[in-house]
């Protein structure tokens, strides 16, 4: 049995695109006189469609593009994903045809419902009586994605006999999640007495990065192949050439989530109709990590940056932010923002006064925070490019941003990595040379929007807060459970409380890249109204 895995990149909707991309690995499988051609969970539509599901027109191409794929078979029997109309009723399979016609299907029997996925939505569950086809005289089981991730089902089917086992993915990226993914291969695959194929996509759609690292496990649970991570990959398994191994590397979770946030980035921008971006440079560690992500996910050439000092901002801030540009080769200006803010200040003045509110406060800090927005959204509408926002995680998390302000823009990059993530991935990208400036990394972290600011004026210590964070978000422990291991129990309940009143500002945020398991928007789903506080 020789078994060509394509690990491409399909787009949602691009039937075209995603057919073509079919076409181009059936081909290069008949060059290698393959027996079978697995390609990704849904690829003919890309992963997830959503709505899209539900538009008729949309299922029509749908249909049109299948009959595509099929009557190019040839020798090679091809398996594939697609949603398949049957009467009124949608499902999630996988279609294996061959010689130009249609020779089985699979629908996929265990519908996820949390986090990311929403397929309940949309598909109807199989109900498993085609899971078992023969190929050139092998028993070839298929199942879907989260198939693989139920005992139960895994139990049912290890009393089938079966020579090998295909699992086809939509799988998306979160720190940790392909050594599961491995783990859970082996696993399988010793239950079943039979190598199992595991194929994942890559590319970036929206919030989720599909980060590929296809693999193959053999009956004993031994690693026969991966498939390199975050890029798109081809190859031939030979299950005849018992022993070989192919492994491409496993990258350290630093590498991993640095690439993770390098694609998402790529295909947000680029798969959106735009080319260039544009950043606000304030010298911090935020937007000088942003800007580095931008430059290798786009080139420098088509990366912006823009310094926006006020009479606030000292002067190794402007230096820190100049040499960064230097260091990645990219354009910038400055447009100083004390003229805005000193007129917007004026007019307000006369209004403040009769109110008795002339004391400066936030909304003088969020003044110039909105400035800096508009002045960057002026030059997206001007030039087309799309702004990337720079906050991270733990700022989204507990409101230390502006709407309207540094919230503004149409990706956010670090809407999912931690402050204490983001120093460790500046440390990370200096591990052989200076990129970001050293002053940028080890200065206390500051808005500079009034005199001597630092973050810790508002908020703990990020390694306290980030730990408190992650506990109440990643592990959904409450204030107690989080006190008892050594957190102030007052602080933890400060912490929770902001991350609380903080939802109606993160429901406006732009996008930004998952790396965690539980990311804000798809995967973590809170009313802004409310009344349950803890």
């Not at 990149?9 to 057919?19: F, I, M």
């Not at 980060?211 to 190859?235: C, I, K, Y």
Request: one cysteine or more; charged letters at 25%; aromatic letters at 6%.
């Amino acid at each position: 049995m020789k078994i060509f895995i394509a690990q491409i990149s399909p787009r949602v909707g691009d039937l075209t695109g995603n057919v073509r991309q079919i076409h181009q690995a059936m081909a290069e499988a008949q060059k290698h006189c393959s027996d079978l051609v697995v390609l990704p969970e849904l690829a003919v539509t890309g992963y997830p469609p959503e709505d899209l599901l539900l538009r008729p027109l949309f299922m029509d191409q749908v249909e049109l593009a299948v009959e595509a794929v099929v009557a190019a078979s040839g020798n090679a029997i091809v398996a594939f994903g697609t949603p398949r109309r049957e009467g009124s009723t949608l499902r999630n399979s996988v279609v294996l045809a061959s010689h130009g016609r249609v020779v089985g299907c699979y629908d996929k029997q265990k519908l996820p419902n949390y986090g990311v996925f929403d397929e309940q939505r949309y598909f109807s569950a199989g109900r498993g009586e085609h899971a078992i086809f023969e190929i050139n005289g092998w028993s070839v089981g298929v199942g879907i994605c989260e198939d693989l991730w139920h005992d139960e089902l895994a139990n049912e089917q290890a009393g089938k006999r079966c020579d090998l086992w295909l699992n086809l993915n939509a799988s998306p990226f979160h720190m940790g999640k392909q050594a599961q993914r491995e783990a859970l291969v082996a696993r399988r695959a010793r239950q079943f007495a039979a190598p199992v194929v595991y194929l994942n996509p890559v590319g970036g759609q929206d919030e989720v990065v599909f980060d590929g690292g296809s693999h193959v496990a053999d009956s004993q649970g031994n690693l026969l192949l991966r498939a390199p991570m975050f890029e798109t990959w081809s190859g031939l398994l030979d299950l005849a050439a018992v022993g070989s191994q192919s492994l491409a590397p496993l990258p350290d979770e630093l590498e991993q989530v640095h690439k993770a946030l390098v694609l998402g980035v790529a295909d947000y921008v680029r798969r959106n109709g735009c080319k260039q971006v544009v950043i606000g440079l304030s010298g911090g560690i935020d937007s000088a990590l942003t800007a580095v992500i931008a430059v290798e996910a786009l080139g420098a050439e088509n990366v912006l940056g823009v310094l926006l000092p006020s009479r606030y901002s000292s002067d190794h801030s402007l230096s820190d932010a100049e040499a960064l540009v230097a260091n990645l080769g990219m354009d910038s200006i400055t447009l100083p923002i004390t003229d805005g803010v000193d007129a917007i200040e004026a007019t307000l003045s006369d209004t403040f006064a009769s109110w008795g509110k002339s004391e400066p406060d936030l909304t003088e800090e969020n003044i110039q925070a909105r400035i800096r927005g508009v002045l960057l959204m002026a030059i997206s509408n001007k030039t087309g490019r799309m702004v990337l926002t720079t906050g991270n995680k733990s700022e989204m998390a507990v409101g230390y941003a502006t709407l309207y302000g540094d919230m503004a823009g149409g990706f956010a990059v670090l809407k999912d990595v931690y402050k204490t993530q983001v120093f460790a991935l500046s440390r990370w990208i200096n591990r052989d040379v200076e990129i970001i400036p050293e002053n940028t990394i080890s200065k206390p972290p500051s808005a500079e929007l009034r005199p001597d600011q630092k973050d810790s004026d508002s908020l703990p210590d990020y390694d306290v807060l980030d730990a408190i964070l992650a506990a109440h978000i990643e592990e959904r422990l409450g204030v107690e459970e989080i006190a008892a291991r050594g957190y102030d129990v007052a602080e933890v309940k400060r912490v929770v409380r902001m991350l609380q009143l903080a939802e109606y500002k993160r429901r406006q945020s732009p996008p930004g890249v998952k790396i965690t398991e539980r990311a804000f928007g798809r995967d973590r789903r809170y009313p802004i109204t409310h009344g349950f506080w803890e």
